[in-house]
């Protein structure tokens, strides 16, 4: 059987059992991971309190064996590997399930307090539509507020994390020539002189 291997896993911690200083251990091997709030109001079928847990994702930009998980997650202590369900498939689902975001009849932990380590968390949770929504929330913006200096929408996007991811990706130009549109139209008397 050939080994399992991918670039993020996820398992789940008990912190009863583990190390006092699991998060530093983490974070001293640079890795980039994902901590869930404490799961501690999660319920069987049956009705009865499970033990409360973490889940943990961690991401590689490489493929990582399952044995190379089994030395991150053993240097832990308190963790369970759910062999063969370990390795993430899609990072986004993943780390909304980590706080029962799609799952109405679980108890709701909260994307807001998931915890990133090394890593944007609005990277992952948010959508192309979402990306979209804030291209024309932005566009709609300038043209009502007669934003004419590029400075001056910077200066608002940075009070909003999906405007200012949006403004700082390949959107970039686009918002710039809307901007200058807005300027060239204000000053259209200036040329004609």
Known sequence: MTEQRGRNWWFVAYPDSLKADWRESLDAQGLVWIESPLHDKDVTPEGETKKAHYHIMVLFSGNKSLKQIQEISDGLSGVKLDIPNNRVKEVRATVRYMVHADQPDKYQYGLENLVGHGIDLAEILTTTSDKKSALKEM????????????????????????????LSSRNTLFLKELVNANWKRNHQDYWKK
């Open 139 to 166: 566009s709609k913006y300038i043209l009502e507020n007669d934003i004419t200096d590029f400075g001056e929408l910077v200066d608002v996007a940075m009070s909003n994390d999906i405007w200012f991811d949006v």
